[in-house]
């Protein structure tokens, strides 16, 4: 899909205008759903800047990278000759390191929990880390729009989209 990435003055701005754009892409492609967009509703409104907000203050700004964008298991192999990985089909654009742990995120895969592991050992989780579940899983919400456009005979994504929804903490009122 045409990923419209414009830059803007926070990651929070950034992710909610790229799930937005796949939102829509959803509706177009695979026709209106008004559970669908209760849901995306109450993520533009509450989720999003809960989750995305403190990432960034006053005092600590986000420093973009250029991420993968599309980093799963089926974009990924090993030279057998070199033993070194190789990463292809990518979806790059400058944007926050760990949206790229959202495939490899809590219950997504057999071995994340030691891909995570590995990873952090190197970068630390981000603050709030009591929210870092919820945040990865903010960011797998993406993947699964993305996923139920090319795909529209397929509606486990749309269901993907709902669960992984429900697996985030209740929003506080």
């Known amino acids: 899909l045409r990923q419209d990435n414009p830059w803007t003055d926070s990651w929070e701005n950034f992710f909610a205008h790229a799930l937005r754009r796949f939102f829509e892409i959803d509706q177009s492609v695979n026709g209106p759903s008004s559970e669908i967009a209760n849901l995306c509703y109450g993520i533009f409104q509450s989720v999003i800047p809960r989750l995305l907000g403190p990432l960034e203050n006053q005092v600590q700004k986000l420093k973009p990278c250029l991420i993968h964008g599309d980093l799963w ?46 990873y952090h050992m190197y ?39 709902i669960y992984a929804f429900r697996r985030l903490k209740p929003v506080p009122r």
Do not use: M
């Not at 090993?78 to 959202?102: H, M, P, Q």
């Not at 993305?146 to 509606?155: E, I, K, Q, V, W």
């Open 73 to 118: 298991p089926g974009n990924l192999a090993v030279n057998t000759a070199t033993k070194r990985v190789i990463i292809f089909d990518a979806c790059s654009f400058w944007g926050y390191n760990e949206y790229d742990l959202a495939e490899w995120g809590p219950s997504q895969l057999k071995f994340s929990h030691y891909i995570l592991e590995q």
């Open 123 to 161: 970068i630390p989780r981000s603050s709030p880390k009591d929210e870092y579940d919820d945040i990865i899983r903010l960011y797998f919400l993406r993947f699964n729009l993305h996923d139920s456009a090319p795909f529209p005979s397929l509606p486990v994504y749309r269901k993907r989209f």
